[in-house]
Protein backbone atom coordinates (compact mmCIF):
# COMPACT_ATOMS: atom_id res chain seq x y z
CA UNK A 1 0.00 0.00 0.00
CA UNK A 2 1.65 3.54 -1.20
CA UNK A 3 2.01 5.61 1.68
CA UNK A 4 0.43 8.95 2.22
CA UNK A 5 2.32 12.12 1.20
CA UNK A 6 3.41 14.28 4.31
CA UNK A 7 1.23 16.83 2.60
CA UNK A 8 -1.69 15.35 2.82
CA UNK A 9 -1.54 13.91 6.10
CA UNK A 10 -0.98 17.75 7.23
CA UNK A 11 -4.07 18.82 5.63
CA UNK A 12 -6.04 16.05 6.98
CA UNK A 13 -4.97 17.44 10.47
CA UNK A 14 -6.14 21.04 9.78
CA UNK A 15 -9.31 19.87 8.58
CA UNK A 16 -10.19 17.65 12.17
CA UNK A 17 -9.13 21.00 13.72
CA UNK A 18 -11.61 22.96 11.70
CA UNK A 19 -14.29 20.54 12.30
CA UNK A 20 -13.48 20.28 16.04
CA UNK A 21 -14.91 24.17 15.95
CA UNK A 22 -17.61 24.07 13.76
CA UNK A 23 -20.25 20.96 15.24
CA UNK A 24 -22.91 22.08 12.65
CA UNK A 25 -20.53 22.41 9.28
CA UNK A 26 -18.00 24.14 7.55
CA UNK A 27 -17.06 24.71 4.30
CA UNK A 28 -13.26 25.68 3.10
CA UNK A 29 -12.29 26.02 -0.23
CA UNK A 30 -9.05 26.87 -0.90
CA UNK A 31 -7.11 28.83 -3.99
CA UNK A 32 -9.86 30.51 -5.37
CA UNK A 33 -9.07 31.46 -9.27
CA UNK A 34 -11.77 32.79 -11.63
CA UNK A 35 -14.45 31.95 -9.01
CA UNK A 36 -13.38 28.36 -9.21
CA UNK A 37 -11.52 26.74 -5.89
CA UNK A 38 -8.74 24.67 -5.97
CA UNK A 39 -9.73 22.23 -3.08
CA UNK A 40 -12.90 22.42 -1.73
CA UNK A 41 -13.61 20.53 1.61
CA UNK A 42 -17.13 20.54 3.48
CA UNK A 43 -18.79 19.02 5.94
CA UNK A 44 -22.13 20.42 6.03
CA UNK A 45 -25.03 18.42 6.20
CA UNK A 46 -25.86 16.69 3.10
CA UNK A 47 -29.17 18.53 3.12
CA UNK A 48 -27.76 21.70 2.92
CA UNK A 49 -25.31 20.88 0.66
CA UNK A 50 -28.41 19.83 -2.34
CA UNK A 51 -30.12 22.72 -1.56
CA UNK A 52 -26.87 24.95 -1.72
CA UNK A 53 -26.80 23.76 -4.65
CA UNK A 54 -29.60 23.42 -6.53
CA UNK A 55 -30.47 27.09 -5.94
CA UNK A 56 -27.50 28.07 -6.74
CA UNK A 57 -26.74 29.72 -3.88
CA UNK A 58 -23.38 30.28 -4.44
CA UNK A 59 -24.14 33.34 -7.10
CA UNK A 60 -25.66 35.45 -4.60
CA UNK A 61 -24.24 34.48 -1.08
CA UNK A 62 -23.49 37.18 0.68
CA UNK A 63 -20.47 34.85 2.68
CA UNK A 64 -19.15 34.55 -0.65
CA UNK A 65 -18.99 37.79 -2.25
CA UNK A 66 -17.40 39.33 0.99
CA UNK A 67 -14.91 36.90 1.12
CA UNK A 68 -13.88 38.10 -2.63
CA UNK A 69 -13.56 41.05 -1.84
CA UNK A 70 -12.26 41.42 1.45
CA UNK A 71 -9.92 39.48 4.24
CA UNK A 72 -10.87 39.15 7.75
CA UNK A 73 -13.38 37.48 9.42
CA UNK A 74 -17.09 38.88 9.02
CA UNK A 75 -20.12 36.69 11.44
CA UNK A 76 -22.89 35.97 8.73
CA UNK A 77 -25.28 37.74 10.80
CA UNK A 78 -24.19 41.22 10.01
CA UNK A 79 -24.36 40.50 6.43
CA UNK A 80 -28.19 39.87 6.52
CA UNK A 81 -28.73 43.11 5.36
CA UNK A 82 -26.33 41.83 1.94
CA UNK A 83 -28.53 38.77 1.16
CA UNK A 84 -31.78 39.86 -0.89
CA UNK A 85 -32.10 35.48 -1.88
CA UNK A 86 -32.49 34.80 1.82
CA UNK A 87 -28.99 32.35 1.53
CA UNK A 88 -28.38 33.32 5.00
CA UNK A 89 -32.23 32.81 6.51
CA UNK A 90 -31.89 29.68 4.30
CA UNK A 91 -29.08 28.24 6.51
CA UNK A 92 -30.48 29.07 9.92
CA UNK A 93 -33.75 26.95 8.17
CA UNK A 94 -31.32 24.17 7.80
CA UNK A 95 -29.57 24.35 11.80
CA UNK A 96 -26.44 26.34 10.37
CA UNK A 97 -26.14 29.16 13.10
CA UNK A 98 -23.67 31.37 14.46
CA UNK A 99 -21.98 31.38 11.01
CA UNK A 100 -18.63 33.06 10.12
CA UNK A 101 -16.67 33.37 7.64
CA UNK A 102 -12.78 33.68 7.17
CA UNK A 103 -10.80 34.78 3.65
CA UNK A 104 -7.55 35.09 3.27
CA UNK A 105 -4.81 35.49 0.07
CA UNK A 106 -4.73 37.62 -2.58
CA UNK A 107 -7.83 38.67 -4.90
CA UNK A 108 -6.84 36.84 -7.91
CA UNK A 109 -5.88 33.19 -5.53
CA UNK A 110 -8.54 33.54 -2.50
CA UNK A 111 -9.38 31.16 0.52
CA UNK A 112 -12.65 31.39 2.16
CA UNK A 113 -13.98 29.34 4.97
CA UNK A 114 -17.32 29.60 6.46
CA UNK A 115 -18.07 27.84 9.96
CA UNK A 116 -21.03 27.32 12.05
CA UNK A 117 -21.86 25.30 15.02
CA UNK A 118 -25.00 24.95 17.60
CA UNK A 119 -23.36 25.85 20.83
CA UNK A 120 -22.90 29.17 20.49
CA UNK A 121 -20.95 32.37 18.75
CA UNK A 122 -17.12 31.59 18.26
CA UNK A 123 -15.01 33.57 21.00
CA UNK A 124 -11.79 35.88 19.69
CA UNK A 125 -9.49 32.97 20.61
CA UNK A 126 -11.67 30.61 18.92
CA UNK A 127 -11.76 33.25 15.74
CA UNK A 128 -8.07 33.32 15.86
CA UNK A 129 -7.41 29.80 16.04
CA UNK A 130 -9.36 29.15 12.83
CA UNK A 131 -7.85 31.96 10.78
CA UNK A 132 -4.52 29.96 11.77
CA UNK A 133 -5.81 27.19 10.72
CA UNK A 134 -6.78 28.51 7.58
CA UNK A 135 -4.16 30.85 6.69
CA UNK A 136 -2.25 27.01 7.16
CA UNK A 137 -4.24 25.19 4.90
CA UNK A 138 -3.83 27.90 2.09
CA UNK A 139 0.00 28.55 2.92
CA UNK A 140 -0.16 24.19 2.42
CA UNK A 141 -1.28 24.40 -0.74
CA UNK A 142 0.60 27.11 -1.88
CA UNK A 143 2.30 26.08 -6.03
CA UNK A 144 -0.16 23.00 -5.47
CA UNK A 145 0.13 22.86 -9.83
CA UNK A 146 3.75 21.88 -8.95
CA UNK A 147 2.75 18.86 -6.38
CA UNK A 148 3.09 15.53 -7.37
CA UNK A 149 -0.01 13.19 -9.07
CA UNK A 150 0.22 11.39 -5.98
CA UNK A 151 0.19 14.72 -3.88
CA UNK A 152 -2.79 16.62 -5.54
CA UNK A 153 -4.72 13.80 -5.59
CA UNK A 154 -4.49 12.73 -2.12
CA UNK A 155 -5.62 16.14 -1.36
CA UNK A 156 -8.31 16.31 -3.62
CA UNK A 157 -9.55 12.50 -1.75
CA UNK A 158 -9.76 13.90 1.49
CA UNK A 159 -12.92 15.81 0.05
CA UNK A 160 -14.23 12.84 -0.09
CA UNK A 161 -13.91 11.12 3.11
Same mark, same amino acid.
Given at each position: ?23 ? =? ?7 ? &? ?5 ? &??? &? @???? $? ?13 ? *? ?13 ? /? $? ?5 ? *? /? ?8 ? #? =? ?11 ? $? ?10 ? @?????? $? ?6 ? #????? =? ?18
Amino acid at each position: MPKTPPIVTQMSELLDKLAAFSDS =GFALAIRIR &YTSPTLL &YRT &Y @PQGW $IDHYTENGFMLSDPV *VHWGLRQTGMVDWAS /L $INHDPQG *V /LKSAVAHDLH #H =GVTYSTGQDTCRT $ISGHTRSSGAFT @PAEREQ $IAALVDAA #HALTE =GFESLSRAEQDGLRALSQS
